[in-house]
């Protein structure tokens, strides 16, 4: 029972308190009227428990976030990720209106944990997360956020666009097959438009079973229950499955559910504008939504426009477009989506590759010039340019692409201030030049027809086209005609040691045992001890004999010649 002498103290702590969590209400209110803050509501994503968390800890809340702030990353210093991600959680609790501290947990899960492990479908699983967590409650709570949009954009341009991570080709492909699903193929890919009229049903589409019941008229019960059941999990409606509910319904009524239901998974599992996506599309019209660069611009458009007065309702004409351009992230998406901006697919839908999109060359040069403000492009930026049309020139030629490939030639000169360029020059002359200028100063060129060859072995493999492996052999034959026999025997050999050793992200078993299968007796038999031995442990790894997915592999034999890196 408790006396007078406690009773006293104990009421003054509670009055302290509660006086305490009614001070934070006024400071609140303050940030939210200086923009710092949103109020707190259902659609800023924070539970009522967070909440009352908030409130009851008052005035001592900042002392907390400090105190578990500097805890989380010195945990983090010291290894611990798992703990300083607990710690950034429950700062993210306690004052969800802490953009760095998002960006935090964003780096730690596809920065730092998804490294942790070799598996290309668990790293995978980490960057979801990462961009899950930033575009769903991170922005939820933060929405006028830069620094939350910087970061969404930098993870998609860099993380999964570039080729830092080993895995990034297997993220590319995972994208590729997430977007498929949500958005199908565009009707229209070799011209300009890709996803215009997709995204234009979508946008005109009922938000709702209930809507769609007053539009459409449907009367079958049984198939609205089905609908309606699946409208938590809005993605099996999509399946093109002979039992998808969708499969019933005759075609104009299949197109309006299947819209319905994209927009449900885009505004609520993505929470991305279906209109600020079509008036990019229209806008830039060659965006390809299936790759990585799309997205980069996406975000960095959105984050540059909810700086303006409309926000993210704001029309993309010329004065809104050219403030968004100079956005670093939308600059970089732009480059990239030059440079691998259109997906490549095989005849199972599967990702073979991602090639330039030179359609995007004026808009990206006009981004450029905005930071001169139309004097030219900056003569620092101007051979990064001068690389990424080169870049493209190549690609295009491997894929067979020559008329486009004869376009990219004309802007190339063009930028070099070049005109002398014959229009009847053999094309394969003309990128051996680009090629030989992408050697590094003090580089052989053995090391890089050595990697021409290795790719031109895993397309041959199933890792790219027909056409890529047949002329990226004859790139590299015509750039080492001056080499030696023994010199080209030997480049064969590393090329070949080199494309089966590729991470299996990049380079699925299936395509080493296709070129496996490619090689005659003499080549299986030279091939170093190392390679043959990485290809056993990844035969044994995947739970198939080793002699049935490589016949011949012997891997106890001698090494006849130690490739480099053994």
């Known amino acids: 029972m408790i006396n007078h002498s406690e009773l006293s103290p104990l009421l003054l702590s509670v009055i302290l308190f509660i006086a305490a969590a009614i001070t934070t209400v006024p400071l609140d209110r303050g940030l939210e009227r200086d923009g710092i803050a949103l109020p707190v509501s259902e659609t800023t994503g924070v539970p009522a428990d967070v909440l009352l968390l908030q409130q009851t800890l008052g005035v001592f809340r900042g002392w907390a976030i400090d105190a578990l702030w500097l805890r989380a990353l010195e945990r983090r210093e010291e290894g611990a990720l798992h703990e300083s991600m607990q710690l950034a959680r429950w ?151 002979p039992d998808s509910p969708l499969a019933r319904l005759p075609g104009e009524l299949r197109e309006k559910v299947q819209a319905m239901v994209r927009r449900r998974v885009l505004e609520r ?98 981004s450029l010039l905005l930071l001169t403000g139309g004097q030219g492009i900056p003569e620092e930026l101007l051979p990064r340019v001068i690389e990424i049309v080169s870049g493209a020139v190549v690609n295009s030629w491997l894929q067979g692409e020559e008329d486009l490939v004869r376009k990219l030639l004309v802007r190339h000169d063009q930028l070099l201030g070049k005109t002398d360029r014959s229009g009847q020059e053999v094309l394969i002359d003309s990128i051996q030049d680009l090629v030989l200028h992408t050697l590094d100063e003090g580089e052989e060129l053995p090391f890089l027809t050595m990697r021409i060859r290795s790719r031109a072995l895993l397309a041959r493999g199933g890792g790219g086209t027909a056409v890529e492996a047949e002329r990226g052999e004859q790139l590299a034959t015509l750039l080492e005609s001056s080499l030696s026999e023994i010199q080209r ?41 190392t390679t043959r031995s990485l290809l056993s442990i990844e035969a044994r790894r995947s739970g198939v004999e080793v002699e049935k997915l490589f016949p011949g592999l012997d891997v106890g034999s001698n090494d006849p010649a130690a490739v480099p890196g053994d």
């Open 489 to 529: 025997a030997e480049i064969k050999k590393i090329a070949l040691a080199s494309a089966l050793r590729s991470p299996r992200a990049s380079a699925p078993l299936a395509v080493k045992q296709k070129i496996w299968k490619t090689l005659a007796a003499e080549e299986k038999q030279t091939l170093d001890k």
């Open 91 to 241: 700062i993210t609790k306690l004052q969800p209106y802490f953009p760095r501290v998002w960006n935090f947990q964003s780096w730690l899960l596809a920065f730092e944990m998804a490294l942790d492990s070799r598996d290309a479908d668990q790293r995978w699983t980490w960057v979801q997360e990462s961009i899950d967590l930033l575009r769903g409650p991170g922005l939820r709570a933060n929405p006028l956020s830069r620094e939350i949009h910087n970061q969404l954009s930098y993870l998609f341009w860099f993380k999964l666009g570039e080729f830092q991570d080993e895995a990034a080709l297997y993220y590319q492909s995972r994208l590729c097959e997430q977007w498929r699903d949500i958005l199908g193929d565009p009707v229209t890919e070799e011209s300009a438009g890709y996803y215009v009229e997709t995204l234009r049903a979508i946008s005109g589409a009922p938000r709702n079973p209930d809507q769609l019941r007053e539009q459409a008229q449907v009367s079958d019960a049984e198939l609205l229950l089905q609908i309606d059941g699946g409208w938590e999990d809005p993605r099996r409606l999509l399946s093109p499955a």
């Open 269 to 366: 599992d993505m929470n991305m504008s279906v209109d600020l996506m079509l008036r990019i599309s229209e806008e830039l019209e060659f965006v390809d939504w299936r790759t990585p660069a799309a997205h980069a611009v996406y975000w960095g458009i959105q984050g540059g426009l909810r700086e303006t007065e409309k926000g993210i309702d704001a029309r993309l004409n010329p004065q809104t477009l050219d403030r968004v351009l100079v956005v670093s992230n939308v600059r970089i998406g732009l480059q990239q989506m030059v440079a691998r901006g259109r997906v490549l697919l095989d005849d199972s839908g599967e990702l073979v590759t991602i090639l330039p999109q030179p359609g995007l060359l004026p808009l990206y040069e006009r």
